[in-house]
């Protein structure tokens, strides 16, 4: 199947952990981003993407961390000291220039 | 940086009724798109706009670009066009796109 696959769906982590969010993407789409959507609100930006070995922070990558070592994958690491990581987690790609296209997304939740 | 809003906030209609959703953005953009969520939440792209007008079955989109906004048509709204709609600007860096807060839509049968 082609498209962006985001894994694992949902995942339950305990306070103090550390916890990587997988993306990956068949598109050989340039660009790749993280957005964050807590309950009734919009997206925002965690970090983007644009070539391989290059990110940039977006608008709330604090406690956030993430690498960009091959093309087709954009891994995101929700470390300890995020303060409330309870969220959905929205992976995206985009073919500059042209659409952005989103994966399924995975629901963290910190017990 | 690029503000976006969307109006309104909250829209509820019986099935059968039309509607128009309006998106407004702050700067010159290079794209914008008008994306479905479902209550799954899967994001569905429904078009890609930076101006003119387009049409997809029952829903068009027309972005004016000078004017800075931008108009989302659902005509005979069915209860699966519930959800939340979002306009999404890219400055016109191409660094990244700009969310606006979403219109949420509630159908009833």
């Known amino acids: 199947d082609g498209g962006i696959t985001q894994s694992p769906k949902y995942l339950f982590r305990k306070e103090g952990q550390n916890v990587t969010l997988s993306c990956e993407q068949n598109?050989?789409?340039?660009?790749m981003y993280w957005y964050r959507q807590d309950p009734g609100q919009g997206l925002r930006l965690i970090y983007y993407?644009?070539?391989?070995?290059?990110?940039q922070k977006g608008d709330i990558a604090e406690g956030y961390s993430v690498s960009r070592e091959k093309k087709e994958s954009f891994p995101l690491t929700v470390t300890s000291a995020q303060k409330n990581p309870t969220a959905f987690y929205l992976c995206?790609?985009?073919?500059?220039?042209?659409?952005?296209?989103f994966g399924e997304g995975s629901r963290l939740t910190v017990l | 940086g690029i503000q976006v809003e969307q109006s309104p906030p909250d829209l509820i209609l019986q099935e059968g009724a039309n509607s128009t959703l309006r998106c407004n953005f702050s700067d010159s953009v290079n794209n914008l798109q008008w994306f479905h969520q479902n209550p799954w939440g899967q994001l569905i792209n429904l078009f890609y706009?930076?101006?003119g007008t387009k049409q997809n079955g029952r829903l068009s989109a027309t972005t004016v670009a000078t004017e800075r906004y931008s108009l989302l048509y659902i005509s005979s709204s069915q209860t699966t066009d519930s959800g939340v709609y979002f306009c999404a600007v890219e400055n016109n860096y191409g660094q990244n796109f700009v969310f606006g807060p979403g219109t949420r839509l509630s159908a009833l049968p």
């Open positions: 598109l050989n789409h340039d660009a």
């Open positions: 706009i930076p101006s």
């Open positions: 995206a790609t985009h073919l500059v220039p042209g659409e952005l296209f």
């Open positions: 993407s644009q070539i391989v070995n290059d990110f």
